[in-house]
Every structure is written in C-alpha cells, then in structure tokens.
C-alpha cells in the first residue's frame, strides 16, 4: 500500500540555521499539507499546498517557512532560521482529491532546536 | 470556524473492558469527521472517517464511532480493549467540501491495563 514517506526521522539544529524537512507524498494526490505537534500539545495546521502554490497557511507559518515542490515527488518544508520554539514534530500530509477525502500522514520528522 | 473537544485527556480501561473516548465537534458547514492514532513514535494513522453517509461508521481494529448530529458529538467505541489499542487518539474536523485544513483535539491517551 503506497504511503506517505518523510526524511529525516530526526534532525538537531542549532538555533539560527536553517533545515529542510523533506517529504514524498502518495505519487496521485494532489493536495499537500505541513503540520506540527509541540510535544504535548495538539496537531497544528502550517501550510497546505495545490497546483504549484500555497492554497492556505496558518499564522504559525510566517516568512521564516516556505515550501516548496521541486520536483514530481518531493515536498519540502524550509525553516530559515530556526528557533527554539520551532522543535517540534513535523508532519507532512496528502490526499488525492479535496472535500472529505482523507489525508494520509507520513511518519513525522522530530526536530530539536537547541 | 470548526473545533473539536476532546472530553479526557487520559482514559484508563482493563483489557477486554470496553473503550469509550469523547469528542465534540464545533462546525459552520456540514462537517467531515475523523479518528487517528498515534502509537509512540509513530505517525498518524487513520482509524475511522464519516463524511455524510451512514453515521455509524466502522473503521480498522474493531473501532467505531456514531455521528450525532443533534448533540455536535462522534464519540469513538470499542467492544473490547486490547493491549495493543494502547495510544493517543485524536478526533478531527474538516469541511465536506473545498481543501480546508484538518482541525484536531488535543488528544486522548488510552491505557490499557492487563
């Protein structure tokens, strides 16, 4: 069963560098998504992605995040300068068509700034 | 705006007992529904999803959850809890239409005690 797929599992930054958290989605959908779980908080929305650009972003994702799609397969989440409170887990999502459909997650990439 | 209440943080069942976790939804449009789980260090998996069909909906490891719509609710049920069951469960909110981002609660953490 295809699956989303996310790279690193883990990655340690120090603070101020920038990372980027890669991801393949399902190879047929469509739609793209970025979250993020703080440990021990609830799953947040960032950014979702369609047709080449960004269809909605939250007001976590302010112009320290971009994404990017930069071939078929990939879908990247760039932090520029990371911040302490940018550690967190990352979750990159897809779904094949928009409505109820579901989203698929990918494993996560756990990030530490320190 | 959607939301989602997730009634217990933490729910503590014997095994074989059943399992009963609580979810409110808040939704201006005719809503999509969802269930995940987070085994530990895992990613998120889809348990079960209503999307205006049956409200009674079933969904993979013997889970299932009724939408009601009089009482804004989509409680999760299990016959009989299994060692296995033992994660973190978050209720979901989407709109049937258009690619709006998922909403989740903050999450429910069931133990399971032999």
């Known amino acids: 069963e295809p699956e989303v797929t996310q790279t690193p599992s883990h990655q340690v930054t120090q603070m101020g560098q920038e990372v980027i958290l890669r991801c393949v989605p399902i190879?047929?959908?469509?739609?793209f998504y970025w979250y993020r779980q703080i440990l021990g908080q609830k799953v947040e929305f960032l950014v979702s992605f369609y047709n080449n650009e960004i269809s909605e972003k939250s007001e976590i994702f302010d112009d320290q995040f971009s994404v990017e799609r930069p071939d078929g397969s990939n879908f990247t989440l760039k932090i520029r300068s990371t911040k302490l409170e940018d550690s967190a887990m990352y979750f990159c999502a897809s779904r094949r068509l928009a409505g109820g459909e579901t989203q698929y997650f990918g494993p996560g990439t756990r990030l530490l700034v320190l | 705006a959607q939301s989602v209440t997730q009634l217990d943080s933490h729910v503590s069942v014997s095994e074989g007992t059943p399992v009963l976790l609580r979810c409110n939804y808040s939704s201006s449009y005719s809503p999509s529904l969802f269930w995940y789980v987070q085994h530990p260090n895992k990613g998120l998996q889809l348990l079960l999803k209503?999307?205006?069909?049956?409200?009674l909906v079933k969904g993979i490891n013997g889970f299932e959850a009724e939408f009601k719509k009089s009482e804004t609710s989509f409680h999760l049920t299990k016959p009989s809890a299994h060692m296995s069951d033992a994660a973190e469960y978050f209720c979901?909110?989407?709109?049937?239409?258009?690619?709006?981002?998922?909403?989740f609660g903050k999450g429910t953490r069931l133990s399971v005690i032999a």
């Open positions: 979901v909110v989407s709109e049937t239409s258009g690619n709006t981002p998922l909403v």
């Open positions: 190879s047929n959908h469509l739609y």
């Open positions: 209503y999307t205006s069909a049956a409200t």
